[in-house]
């Protein structure tokens, strides 16, 4: 079995900054890419920020230059900082891999979600 817990959301003020954590567990051989992903009530769940094992990242259009994606592969956590926050990044954030399990299945794992609510 492989999880992920994230951690790290919870209620800021507009333009303030979080960071959101996610630690894969488990039976991991390698983990690929990681990322986070929100979805807000009634819309389909979008890309945030991915990360592959080398170090490359790509970003939504929406968050560039205000997050920034990190991992620590020792760790098998990736990080989210998320800096000047606008009301409109409220929602639910979920992270994701994709790994090879130590009995050569291939999975892509999804974490439970983290609210994040940017409100004064």
């Known amino acids: 079995q492989v999880q992920l817990v994230e951690s790290g959301g919870g209620l800021v003020q507009p333009g303030g900054s979080l960071r959101l954590s996610c630690a894969a567990s488990?039976?991991?051989?390698?983990?690929?890419?990681m990322g986070w992903y929100r979805q807000a009530p009634g819309k389909q769940r979008e890309l945030v920020a991915t990360?592959?094992?080398?170090?490359?990242?790509n970003y939504a259009d929406s968050v560039k230059g205000r997050f920034t994606i990190s991992r620590d592969n020792a760790k098998n956590t990736v990080y989210l900082q998320m800096n000047s926050l606008k009301p409109e990044d409220t929602t639910v954030y979920y992270c994701?891999?994709?790994?090879?399990?130590?009995?050569?299945?291939?999975?892509?794992?999804w974490g439970q979600g983290t609210l994040v609510t940017v409100s004064s």
């Open positions: 990360i592959t094992s080398g170090g490359s990242t």
């Open positions: 994701n891999a994709e790994l090879w399990t130590n009995h050569y299945r291939y999975l892509e794992v």
């Open positions: 488990g039976s991991i051989f390698s983990i690929n890419a």
